[in-house]
């Protein structure tokens, strides 16, 4: 009866339950629309930037993190690769050779990153491949061609079929110089990358820095989509085993480790938006509170009479909190399922802002598809809903207290 | 006087439903002090069906409420049904108001969102008789309150006559020793008043129920068995109701 009632009180004063059931529910929604948005774009930039590096996991020798150094490999990698290429979560694979070098044309020298890339895998997995803004991507029979970035290619006065020259040491120390010439010109938005970053292919790199036939100093992973990328270092580490593991020196790294910068940016933007949201769901709590003290004090006469006829000040409370579960619970599935709802859609058809950023988007250094797709959890849309429910029964303790207190003489008049 | 009066019921048993012993009760209001009642001795027995006069303001209302346990007086004792009220709790007074007391009020003060059978089985929903049991319970007391057919009806969709019937059940429906009622017929017209006089003396004989109720129509006086008067919060005339209304007029 005490669950009848409470139902009923709350329909007592529809406009003002309708109101805060809206509020409640528009609050959440949004809440759960920013951070879907926030979720996608995150993903969007890990997404990318394991393409377009290390994968979402790398193999690596256990040392190069530390001092990255070219006669750090990870040698046998074609029969590590067919190892990790039987793990089901894995999408792809990419042997990488990185290291340090200097680029020079006529018009000057640039200290660069070198990597080496298997051109077929890098144009099915990498956006860079599909960021050439002159000449093309390298193919896999394209001997002594390089891609470089936009703002290298400027700085050394470089057009797609000039000749560059790019110096290294071998892992023996000796300096070796080569060749090559400028295939295609890409542009990410990110200047790390645009101006420093020269792509040759996986056997002239092995030539730059004198590597043997199945040395790498980076395999990376890719995971299909619908698995945990978390899962998949585990089971990487498993499908290799302990003792090849242990004989190579690897380290099996999450791409945490690997982009530490991205990781780091991710976890201190969560933290921003994680603020903007608690203040939004703030604003939803102070209007339920105001309706239920509302509806505490324009009934204290009825719940005075209820108290004159016996019931107990508990029992008076309990409706009281009953009434604000009620409110919350329907403002919260009405807010979960419209804020689902519409990040769904964005998940799905993304939201094209190429109209409000026509020069593209960038986040930190980072450039960003301006197509952005939501990604929704349903363990986020839980905890957020399950965390505002809370909060929500909490607050109602005020008034709840308040309904305790009325006097059986108020009910008597 | 007291054991006079207290003989005088219809079903009086002898056994006192409520003894009210130098209560006193004070009003303070910043410098002002009001002394509602000024040391009221009086005896109730159970079975008694008695009515309450006075002028306004003379405190009617204040002993009521002492009496019911919705307050507890300044000074004096209070014994209800052989409880004494000041060695009570809180949670013992409200269970003793659920128990063995009834309350209509001159307003109803019906539960708004409850139907009048709703309203009606609410205390016994308190002192958790099933469902089954307290429905069918009230279903017979609206019958016999005269409410068939108006069970489902919501208070606002009721006459004031309608609604104090539904009082009138509540008060009733679980089976307490004493009713008080504060001038349960001043916001109903005369016919309705004699009709809802009717059921409370009907409900009296029935179930032995001891009625104390106040009021200001004399019509209602004379219909009770025993009549107080109460007069700046003393009681002056204590009696039968023809003896004490025929001496005043
Ligand atoms: N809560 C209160 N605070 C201050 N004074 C009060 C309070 N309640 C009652 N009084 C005063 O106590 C006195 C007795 O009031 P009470 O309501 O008992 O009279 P009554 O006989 O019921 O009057 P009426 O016939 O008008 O209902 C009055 O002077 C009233 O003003
Ligand atoms: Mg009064």
């Known amino acids: 009866m005490i669950a009848r009632m409470a139902w009923r009180n709350l329909w007592r004063r529809k406009r003002r339950t309708l109101i805060t059931v809206a509020s409640i529910s528009l609050g959440l929604a949004c809440v759960v629309f920013f951070l879907s948005l926030a979720e996608g774009v995150y993903a969007q930039l890990v997404d990318d930037a394991v393409r377009m590096l290390a994968g979402h996991v790398t193999v690596e020798h256990e040392s190069y993190r530390d001092a990255p150094a070219v006669d750090l490999v990870v040698a046998d990698a074609s029969s590590l690769r067919r190892r990790i290429e039987g793990v089901e979560a894995v999408a792809a694979t990419k042997l990488l050779i990185a290291g340090q070098g200097i680029a020079r044309s006529g018009r000057g020298a640039v200290g660069v990153s070198i990597v080496g890339v298997e051109p077929q895998v890098e144009a099915k997995t990498s956006p860079l491949a599909r960021k050439m803004i002159a000449g093309r991507y390298l193919e896999s029979g394209d001997e002594s061609l390089a891609v470089i970035g936009s703002a290298l290619a400027e700085r050394l006065g470089l057009t797609p079929g000039n000749k560059l020259v790019i110096a290294s040491n071998d892992r023996d120390g000796n300096l070796v110089e080569r060749l090559f010439r400028v295939s295609g010109i890409f542009k990410t938005g990110a200047e790390e990358i645009d101006g420093y970053l020269v792509e040759v292919r996986l056997a002239d790199s092995r030539g730059l820095f004198g590597l043997g036939a199945d040395d790498v100093t980076q395999l990376g992973v890719l995971v299909r989509p619908g698995y945990d990328p978390a899962r998949l270092r585990e089971q990487l580490a498993a499908a290799i085993g302990d003792a090849e593991i242990g004989r190579l020196n690897l380290a099996v790294r999450p791409w945490q480790e690997v982009i530490p910068e991205l990781a780091a940016f991710i976890r201190l933007d969560r933290v921003s938006d994680h603020t903007f949201q608690a203040l939004l769901v703030v604003l939803v709590l102070s209007t339920i509170l105001n309706t239920l003290v509302m509806a505490v004090l324009e009934r204290e006469r009825e719940l005075g009479v209820m108290l004159a006829l016996g019931t107990s ?31 769904g859609l964005v998940q799905v058809y993304g939201w094209d802002l190429s109209s409000l950023y026509p020069n593209g988007m960038t986040l930190s250094g980072l450039a960003l598809s301006t197509t952005i797709h939501a990604r929704v959890s349903a363990h986020k849309l839980f905890v957020i809903g399950a965390l505002v429910f809370a909060a929500t029964v909490i607050l109602a303790l005020f008034p709840a207290f308040r309904a305790a207190r009325v006097s059986a003489l108020e009910g008597a008049r | 006087m007291i054991s006079q009066s207290s003989c005088r019921g219809a079903g009086g048993s002898g056994r006192v439903m409520l003894r009210l012993a130098s209560v006193t009760k004070e009003y303070r209001d910043g410098e002002v002090v009001v002394r509602a009642l000024r040391g009221v001795d009086l005896e109730i027995g159970a079975g008694e069906f008695v009515a309450m006069a006075g002028p306004s303001g003379s405190g009617k209302s204040t002993l009521l409420h002492i009496a019911g346990a919705l307050d507890r007086p300044t000074a004096g004792s209070v014994e209800v049904d052989g409880h004494d009220l000041a060695t009570l709790s809180e949670r013992e007074l409200a269970r003793l108001r659920r128990d063995r007391i009834g309350f209509v009020f001159q307003s109803y ?10 309203n009606a089985e609410y205390i016994l929903m308190l002192q958790g008789v099933a469902a089954a049991a307290r429905r069918q319970r009230v279903r017979e007391l609206l019958a016999e309150v005269g409410l068939t057919g108006l069970e489902d009806r919501y208070p606002r969709e009721l006459s004031g006559g309608q609604q104090q019937r539904v009082a009138i059940a509540r008060s009733l429906a679980s089976g307490p020793a004493l009713v008080l009622a504060d001038e349960p017929t001043a916001n109903v017209d005369t016919a309705t008043a004699d009709s809802l006089l009717d059921l409370m003396e009907r409900m009296h004989h029935q179930r032995g129920v001891t009625f104390l109720f106040s009021t200001h129509d004399p019509r209602v006086m004379r219909r009770s068995h025993r009549l107080l008067g109460l007069v700046d919060g003393r009681i002056e005339g204590d009696g039968a109701p023809a003896d004490l209304l025929d001496g005043r007029l």
């Open chain 1, 313 to 343: 000040r508990g029992r008076l409370a309990t409706l009281v909190l009953v009434e604000a579960a009620i409110l919350a619970a329907i403002g919260c599935t009405a807010g979960l399922a419209l804020g689902g709802a519409v990040s």
């Open chain 2, 109 to 118: 003060n019906l539960i708004p969102v409850l139907t009048a059978a709703e």
